[in-house]
């Protein structure tokens, strides 16, 4: 097999450990050049973590002839742009999550995988992880019965602790993250959902900001019924 040589775009904190790294750790692949706008945090990324290229403009990231498949770790307002970028020069990319900020957004990637015949992932990984795994195999064993309803409950304070610390906290800010920290979160566990029980029939909610501490929402409540008969409430 012929590696996979990355390009990062956007090399903040969510590619620290999680992204970034990983692609050294995997058979056949190699993190050969990362980008970010700060010059200074690009140079000091690549110096720490041993990437051989470093870029504060990303089309000349795409242009490095090195790299195979991009990696889009930047806010969701960037998302599309870059994708279809990566897209048009053949190269295969995985996108963060949320993929994009809305719908239209979403399907206008989808397009764009159809019209260059390109391969996009989304970073829905925890389908491949043993605990999920898991849960998946005692549901198909039907271990505790038929499942009737599913309850998801998410509290998190003002300022969580998981979400990592940025300069400007862009993940409350609706024109760079579509939303506020359901954006951010919901996607891992709305796509287990889909993962678990298949395809949804019917699905509404809303959401509003309380507390006014942020652009964002701050309290978003759904529903989804399942084909099979499950319901969801979150």
């Keep these: 097999m012929n590696n996979i040589n990355w390009g990062i775009i956007g090399c903040g904190n969510v590619t620290e450990k999680k ?47 090195e790299i195979s498949a991009v990696s889009v770790a930047t806010p969701p307002a960037f998302h599309l742009e870059y994708a279809i970028a990566a897209l048009k020069k053949g190269l295969n990319v995985y996108v963060e999550k949320p993929v994009t900020r809305t719908a239209e957004e979403a399907q206008a990637m989808a397009d764009a995988v159809k019209q260059y015949n390109g391969k996009l992932t989304v970073a829905h990984y925890r389908r491949a992880l043993p605990m999920f795994l898991f849960i998946k195999d005692l549901i198909e064993k039907n271990t505790i019965g038929d499942i009737r309803t599913v309850q998801i409950r998410m509290w998190k304070s003002q300022n969580p602790d998981l979400i990592a610390n940025s300069e400007t906290n862009w993940r409350v800010d609706p024109e760079l993250a579509g939303g506020g920290y359901f954006h951010d979160l919901a996607p891992h566990q709305l796509d287990l959902m889909l993962y678990y029980f298949g395809e949804p029939v019917a699905y509404h909610g809303f959401s509003l900001n309380q507390s006014g501490a942020y652009k964002a929402d701050d309290h978003v409540c759904g529903q989804i019924l399942f084909k099979n008969k499950v319901v969801l409430n979150g």
């Design 19 to 65: 992204s970034g790294q990983a692609y050294n750790k995997s058979p056949n692949s190699k993190l050969v050049a990362v980008m970010r706008r700060n010059a200074a945090k690009a140079a000091d990324y690549a110096a720490r973590h041993n990437v051989g290229k470093w870029y504060s403009d990303a089309n000349e990231l795409l242009n490095d002839a």
